[in-house]
């Protein structure tokens, strides 16, 4: 069973880089496509992007370039950064995996929470 | 990107009363609609996916409905452990986008 696990400064300066890595263990990285979902605290669900174990990455707009994910197939593992952060960035972020059949969010990370803050 | 909006926003039930809750696309989406629930300091799970497919482990009390532009999850006999935020989102696209969540308490 694939199981999945952030890591990552818990806090981070307005105006730096923001970066978490996700462990994949307990199956291949070439299984599903990777996502990260951010929630700030006391609100809903945002969908930040997804990377196939090829490279190809989708981002979604609202991050206006802001965002890069990454994959390290050998170490099994994926990674996000999101540069320029402001306090609206603070949030739990979670990695999960995307079953490429059913094209639903199947696995999910713990989250870690990140706040910005200086 | 298309909205996902969910109804009731909260909601109170009973132990044994039948669940509803729904969720409107703002185009069509097909059946590329999955629902998850979300306790409390804990990751989201997945309940349905493809509108109406049980993901593996999921009881069977639950279920899902609907195409095109309306959705609906149903719970027949609600249980204590059934608390919790519901989420619609849709697959149809990218980017992918949620429902705001419809939180149901006892």
């Known amino acids: 069973q694939v199981q999945l696990q952030e890591s990552g400064p818990g806090l981070v300066k307005p105006s730096e880089t923001l970066s978490l890595t996700c462990n994949v263990s307990g199956g291949s990285i070439t299984t599903y496509y990777w996502n990260w979902i951010r929630q700030p605290p006391g609100k809903g669900l945002e969908w930040l992007g997804y990377?196939?174990?090829?490279?190809?990455?989708k981002y979604n707009p609202s991050l206006k370039s802001r965002l890069t994910i990454s994959v390290d197939t050998p170490k099994n593992q994926f990674s996000l950064k999101l540069n320029s952060v402001t306090a609206a960035d603070t949030a739990v972020y979670y990695c999960?995996?995307?079953?490429?059949?059913?094209?639903?969010?199947?696995?999910w990370g713990q989250g870690t929470m990140v706040t910005v803050s200086s | 990107d298309i909205q996902m909006t969910q109804s009731p926003s909260s909601l109170s039930a009973s132990v044994g009363d039948r669940v509803t809750i729904t969720c409107r696309a703002s185009q069509n989406i097909v059946r590329f609609l999955n629902w998850f629930q979300q306790k409390p300091g804990r990751a989201p799970k997945l309940l349905v996916y493809a509108a109406s497919t049980l993901q593996t482990g999921v009881p069977s009390r639950f279920s899902g409905g609907g195409s095109g532009t309306d959705f609906t999850l149903t719970i027949s006999s609600f249980q204590p452990e059934d608390f919790g935020t519901y989420y619609c989102?849709?697959?149809?696209?990218?980017?992918?986008?949620f429902g705001q969540g419809t939180k149901v308490d006892i």
């Open positions: 989102q849709q697959s149809y696209n990218t980017p992918r986008t």
């Open positions: 999960l995996a995307g079953d490429y059949a059913t094209d639903a969010f199947a696995i």
């Open positions: 990377i196939y174990h090829s490279g190809s990455t």
